[in-house]
């Protein structure tokens, strides 16, 4: 069992497209964290959520912590977009963290 | 300031060997995980460090290990390597708690088991 889901696992946009990235968690969390990997490895962090809203940029993160969901927005996608999206949850019991296996998102000029 | 160092940057050992990966965090981190990155298996939690000390640990074999050190670099060891260890070992340092608090990666040791 998976503590944390994510859909898509691939998802394929043209640029310009308004692309919606969905997480879902089943255990009780202190926050949840955005990464985004490129190709090669690098993981930068793009938001930590514990409530509400987040905006930087084109992206955009909810969290609705009734629903053990968080999604991840991004407006006028574009090519440089193209990356993995993790979705982690640090559990508040235990001390764990937990990742999604990732969205592959790949936008197309 | 400087980004989080990850030395080596690629690895190749044998079963059987031990291997230890080090990390130097941004100026003023306290923390410091530690995290395996398979292609099956995905990013998964090894352990975190906090001021010295180990504040929590994955669900991985008593093989892997790690400490930190006063002026928070960390490193990790594993012995006894077994094919399934090769992966991604990438590092994240922050100011607080990982939990709560945003994580700075490191570039990642990129270990290969012969």
């Known amino acids: 069992k998976n503590e944390v889901e994510q859909s898509p696992q691939n998802l394929t946009a043209q640029e310009g497209e308004f692309i919606t990235i969905n997480c879902s968690y089943s255990v009780g969390i202190s926050a949840l964290h955005w990464l985004q990997q490129h190709p090669g490895g690098g993981i930068v962090s793009l938001f930590m959520l514990s409530s509400g809203k987040k905006k930087h940029g084109r992206l955009i993160a909810t969290i609705n912590i009734q629903e053990k969901h968080s999604s991840l927005h991004i407006t006028a996608s574009h090519p440089r977009d193209s990356a993995v999206y993790i979705c982690a949850v640090g559990s508040n019991t235990g001390n764990q963290f937990y990742f999604g296996t990732g969205t592959s998102l790949t936008v197309i000029p | 300031k400087a980004g989080v160092t990850q030395t080596p940057r690629y690895l190749i050992k044998t079963r059987g060997q031990q291997v230890t990966l080090s990390c130097s965090p941004i100026s003023g981190h306290r923390s410091v995980s530690w995290y395996q990155q398979t292609p099956g298996q995905g990013l998964q939690f090894l352990f975190e460090?906090?001021?010295?000390?180990?504040?929590n640990k994955g669900n991985f074999p008593g093989r892997f290990s790690g400490r930190q050190f006063s002026n928070s670099r960390s490193e990790m060891n594993v012995s006894t390597l077994e094919l399934g260890d090769s992966a991604l070992y990438l590092c994240a340092t922050s100011l607080g708690r990982s939990r709560t608090d945003t994580q700075y990666f490191g570039p990642g040791t990129r270990l290969t088991v012969l």
């Open positions: 460090y906090f001021s010295e000390t180990q504040r």
